[in-house]
Structure formats: C-alpha cells, structure tokens
C-alpha cells in the first residue's frame, strides 16, 4: 500500500510540473551539474587538444637595388582561409568556437584566397627585406557531449582545423 502511495506521490509531482534534478558524472566538465527532467537536450564542447600554429602561405621580398636607404616599401602575396570540421555541423561547430573563443575566417567545408601586404621602412641599400605570410591556424579536438530530457549522455567525436588570422614575420634584410 506504501509503494503505491509513494508512485502516486511521485507522478502528481511529475505530472505538476515540480522539476527533479539529477547530479550527471562527478567528473564532469562545467555545464553538465545538473540535468533536470523535462528539459530539451543540452550539449556542449569538451576538448581534448587545441593547438594555435601557422601555416607559411609564401613569401615576399622588398627590394632596394640604390645605393640610398629606402624610406620605405611594400609587398603583397596570398595566403588561404579555410575550414575543415569534422564530426557535425554548424551546430556543433558554434559550440567549439564558444569554448575555444576564436572564431574562423570562413564557412566549413570553404576555401577562400586572401591577399596578404607587407610594409616596412629604412630598407638598407642594396638589400632586400625578406618576408614569411600566410594564415594563422587553430586546430582542436575533442567532443560534443549531449545529454537528453532523460539525462542519457551521447558523445561523438570532433576535430575542427581553421584559419583564423593573417601570419606576416619578418625575416631580415638580405643583400642583392
């Protein structure tokens, strides 16, 4: 008799609308303390490894062939924006760029040429500033964890490599 009560108890508080809450995984990231019934599903980022580098998209030269300084000089070249997500779309991706910060350049699955300029004053005579240009880059790998109205947590895995910048360093000045 007790046991009925008590799942009668039970469902008028369901069926009121009273929220439960239940602790997810103790070891869990931020976000996912608690999973209350009757919510729609919740997903979020967790990373394994992000990773900022660079990619040399090519290289310019200035060039001062008098035998005077140069007051000063410009080059320019190309370097490539691109977006390679893996594991989603563009759902999943907003949900990288919010835990990483930094968002891309372009749409996933685009590539895009970009023109890349350099300047640089009182080039030596007869010499040549030397450039490196091309994109900065992020890489990260993690994965999107969603839990459901049930707080059943899926997991899948995704990796996302971008652009995210112009990369110019100077190299030197090189005689002719």
Not at 114 to 120: D, F, G, K
Request: charged share 20%; hydrophobic share 35%.
């Amino acid at each position: 008799m007790k046991k009925v009560i008590l799942c009668l108890v039970c469902s008028i508080m369901l069926g009121m609308g009273m929220q439960t809450s239940i602790k997810a995984n103790e070891n869990e990231s931020k976000g996912s303390e608690v999973c209350p019934f009757g919510m729609s599903s919740y997903s979020y980022y967790e990373e394994a490894i992000t990773r900022h580098s660079s990619k040399q998209g090519g290289t310019a030269r200035i060039i001062n062939r008098s035998n005077t300084v140069l007051s000063s000089g410009s080059a320019s070249g190309s370097r490539t924006a691109y977006l390679t997500f893996t594991g989603g779309g563009s759902a999943e991706f907003d949900l990288v760029v919010a835990k990483v910060g930094v968002d891309a350049e372009v749409s996933i699955g685009k590539e895009e040429t970009l023109a890349v300029s350099a300047n640089i004053t009182n080039i030596p005579p007869n010499s040549y500033a030397y450039f490196k240009t091309g994109s900065e880059t992020l890489l990260t790998q993690g994965k999107i964890i969603t839990y459901d109205s049930f707080c059943n947590e899926t997991s899948k895995k995704v990796n996302a490599d971008y652009s995210v910048g112009q990369y110019i360093e100077f190299m030197g000045f090189f005689s002719n």
